[in-house]
């Protein structure tokens, strides 16, 4: 019965410590010279700077995917085919948000959590 006991707890860490191993959906944002980023690499980018112009560049981006990638469908704001990185033209004033369902070559999928970017510029 002890033996059992154990096992079945092995069993069931295993499983729960699989949930931390999922691939996450991360963003990076480029603003322009002088400008501040917060937050890139996470999953929440916000940017500011002072060039008066209404657009920068982003991406939202895979991170820690533990098995081989087949294909990724992205969902939300970001409209892109295929890939592990979403590269996006990220207006000012907007936020972004997005996830992605991601399909392993071993035939099981998953889906991220969701990631965010904001940009503001001038006053």
Same mark, same amino acid.
């Given at each position: 019965?002890?033996?059992?006991?154990?096992?079945?707890?092995?069993?069931? +860490?295993?499983?729960?410590?699989?949930?931390?191993?999922?691939?996450?959906?991360?963003?990076?944002?480029?603003?322009?010279?002088?400008? &501040?980023? $917060?937050? &890139? !690499?996470? =999953?929440?980018?916000? !940017? +500011?700077?002072?060039?008066?112009?209404?657009?920068?560049?982003?991406?939202?981006?895979?991170? &820690?995917?533990?098995?081989?990638?087949?294909?990724?469908? $992205? &969902?939300?704001?970001?409209?892109?085919? !295929?890939?592990? %990185?979403? =590269?996006?033209?990220?207006?000012?004033?907007?936020?972004?948000?997005?996830?992605? %369902?991601?399909?392993?070559?071993?035939?099981?999928?998953?889906?991220?959590?969701?990631?965010?970017?904001?940009?503001?510029? !001038?006053?």
């Amino acid at each position: 019965m002890k033996t059992t006991l154990i096992a079945s707890a092995l069993v069931l +860490l295993g499983t729960l410590s699989l949930g931390s191993q999922a691939a996450d959906l991360r963003c990076s944002l480029n603003v322009k010279s002088g400008g &501040n980023v $917060w937050g &890139n !690499g996470s =999953n929440h980018c916000s !940017g +500011l700077d002072f060039s008066f112009g209404n657009s920068t560049t982003g991406k939202f981006y895979i991170a &820690n995917a533990s098995k081989t990638i087949s294909k990724v469908i $992205w &969902n939300g704001d970001a409209s892109c085919s !295929g890939g592990t %990185t979403c =590269n996006m033209t990220i207006r000012a004033y907007r936020q972004y948000n997005a996830s992605a %369902t991601i399909l392993y070559t071993d035939g099981t999928y998953e889906t991220t959590n969701s990631a965010h970017i904001d940009y503001e510029t !001038g006053h």
